[in-house]
């Protein structure tokens, strides 16, 4: 009799909750919204609780205008093109993939490749309208699943025509074939040993002018040219043309400058002394410059005077580069470090069978262990120093700490970048000289750091005969940056911390254990072991100067028509001198002493 009375009540019970949704009505307007997103909004109109899967919905966007509309009727509406349903548990509304009878996946598959049947990694392929989708590997395939066919696919590559393609859902191996999007910048291909007609470049080839460059937004040349070129990326300061060609040796293209190879990066050539820059990327460019072409070559020619008359150019760029914020980084609130320090304090094993054992083992002479601010405290209650409501009193205060934040604002500031150009240019029969000088201040996120470099580059062509020029010049590159070697980060402390006091004087941190720091401090002969980020910061400062120097000289002999003859040379030459400043009074030094 009990048990049928339970039923009888489970089955009441739900059947409420089932006519409670139903008589829910909402008014929603959804445009291109996530699903997920789409139907958080209808549980908080409708008061009702979903039950699905994230990563599931988060691939698929819903527009629908719902009026007047139930809660099932809204469910009907926003997963008709969908692959997902709903069922009701109880008060829970649980959204789900539809059985394997109602959906069928599609598998898709292919290669994408450019115009010369080479294969393109990293191009993207998406559904048009979702975010389903992949990107191709080193060989240019990919490989997803699709809910429904009859959909139009998207391909998409910097340096590229975008292509589209309609997808029937048939399991046949899908083979593309992208354009470049570089439109023809130039009717000349430069290689470094001669000036061809484009139609007759065999090669893959890219050619920029110096108009293309000053569309781009950068500090460097890199970063002008990486967006500019199809398949040439940078990994922090390394160059690649098409991906990682070897493991072991360097993979950055060659550069060549004015016909002659340059050992340094692109980072020495001012942007605003480059005429036109072609980029050979395929075989066709080790016949000419042999194995160190294997990673493709960058050809540039440098600017020369035009006019008879003398040219000046003054040039000057800005770029702000925020502080990147800390909520990027989802780091725990100081709130939810303290809970999980005083869990993991509290629930340890020797700490509860007996305290003292807790802190004898950190308090060992031979292996003395770190102590948090956390631990102290309760070090002092376990001595008897402080109340459990002392200790209380003094954790919860220091909830409202963010150390991370205040070391940010002691420390960082604004990244401002500053570069200033000055060309003179004069042309002429019997002469084309071209000089420049650029200035440029790198902005740093820390207040300590600093990086400026300086370059001048001459070049001067003499047309001495008919058959004779003679070409000369110089480039200079001067860098400087100091940056502090402390090693003292604000994530090596505590985010319940303070770098300074509400008086503004200096809160000390511990790197070891702070009962035995305070019997160092207390020796005579020996150095304070505590330290500060703000005192800190402009200690330990390293120097380091970099000189790069290229002389170089071109004579070009005309012996007869169709036929000359070139003789290049040049020096280069480059000195790093890094030195680095300990104060006896940092903590570098002090600790260095205590050993």
Avoid: H
């Avoid at 997803?144 to 975008?162: H, I």
């Avoid at 050809?299 to 909520?327: C, E, H, Q």
């Avoid at 956390?374 to 409501?389: C, D, S, V």
């Amino acid at each position: 009799m009990f048990l049928i009375q339970f039923v009888f009540c489970l089955c009441f019970f739900t059947s409420i909750a089932s006519g409670v949704t139903q008589n829910r009505v909402v008014n929603l307007d959804f445009e291109n919204v996530e699903l997920s997103k789409a139907l958080k909004s209808l549980s908080e109109a409708a008061n009702c609780k979903f039950v699905f899967n994230y990563d599931d919905l988060n691939n698929y966007k819903v527009s629908a205008k719902l009026e007047n509309k139930s809660v099932e009727e809204c469910l009907d509406i926003l997963l008709a093109r969908v692959p997902f349903k709903y069922s009701q548990e109880g008060e829970l509304i649980v959204i789900s993939y539809k059985s394997n009878d109602e959906k069928k996946i599609y598998k898709v598959r292919g290669v994408v490749k450019d115009e010369t049947g080479m294969p393109l990694p990293g191009v993207a392929v998406i559904q048009k309208g979702t975010t389903l989708g992949a990107a191709t590997d080193v060989d240019g395939r990919f490989e997803f699943q699709l809910t429904e066919k009859n959909v139009t696919l998207v391909f998409s590559f910097v340096g590229m025509k975008t292509k589209e393609l309609l997808y029937d859902g048939s399991d046949k191996l899908l083979d593309v074939t992208m354009e470049e999007e570089v439109e023809m910048l130039g009717e000349v291909v430069a290689t470094g040993y001669q000036t061809i007609s484009r139609e007759r470049s065999t090669g893959s080839v890219t050619i920029l002018k110096a108009e293309d460059l000053r569309k781009v937004q950068g500090t460097s040349l890199v970063s002008k040219i990486e967006g500019l070129t199809p398949g040439l990326s940078t990994y922090g300061d390394k160059l690649e043309m098409r991906g990682t060609s070897s493991f072991a040796v360097s993979s950055t293209p060659l550069l060549v400058v004015d016909g002659i190879v340059m050992n340094q990066g692109l980072n020495s050539i001012n942007p605003d002394d480059v005429e036109t820059i072609t980029v050979l990327k395929d075989a066709a460019a080790t016949s000419l410059y042999g194995v160190r072409a294997s990673n493709g070559v960058i050809v540039i020619t440098t600017k020369k005077g035009k006019s008879d008359k003398v040219n000046f150019d003054l040039s000057a760029g800005f770029y702000i580069n925020p502080l990147p914020k800390l909520s990027y980084m989802d780091y725990a609130s100081t709130s939810d470090i303290i809970d999980f320090e005083l869990e993991f304090l509290l629930n340890n094993d020797l700490y509860k069978q007996n305290p003292g054992d807790y802190f004898d083992d950190k308090n060992q002479t031979t292996s003395s262990k770190p102590y948090t601010r956390i631990e102290r405290y309760y070090y002092e209650l376990y001595k008897g120093n402080m109340t459990q409501a002392q200790v209380d009193e003094k954790v919860n205060a220091m909830r409202k700490n963010d150390y991370r934040k205040e070391a940010r604002k002691l420390m960082s500031e604004t990244a401002l970048t500053q570069n200033y150009n000055l060309s003179i240019s004069k042309g002429g029969e019997k002469s084309n000289l071209y000089f420049s000088l650029r200035y440029e201040d790198n902005g740093k996120y820390l207040k300590s750091d600093a990086a400026s470099q300086y370059s001048i580059y001459l070049k001067n062509e003499l047309n001495l005969t008919d058959w004779f020029t003679l070409t000369y010049g110089a480039n200079t590159y001067i860098a400087k940056m100091k940056e502090s070697m402390s090693g003292i980060s604000y994530l090596d402390v505590m985010p319940y911390e303070k770098v300074l006091t509400d008086e503004g004087n200096p809160v000390y941190q511990y790197g070891y254990n702070f009962y035995r720091s305070i019997e160092i401090d207390e020796t005579e002969g020996l150095e304070f072991m505590g330290f500060n980020l703000n005192e800190e910061r402009n200690n330990n400062m390293q120097k380091t100067n970099s000189l790069y120097v290229r002389l170089f000289t071109d004579a070009d002999f005309k012996l007869w028509k169709g036929l000359d003859l070139g003789v290049k040379f040049q020096y280069e030459r480059k000195n790093i001198n890094i030195k680095q400043f300990d104060e006896a009074d940092s903590y570098k030094m002090r600790e260095l002493v205590n050993r």
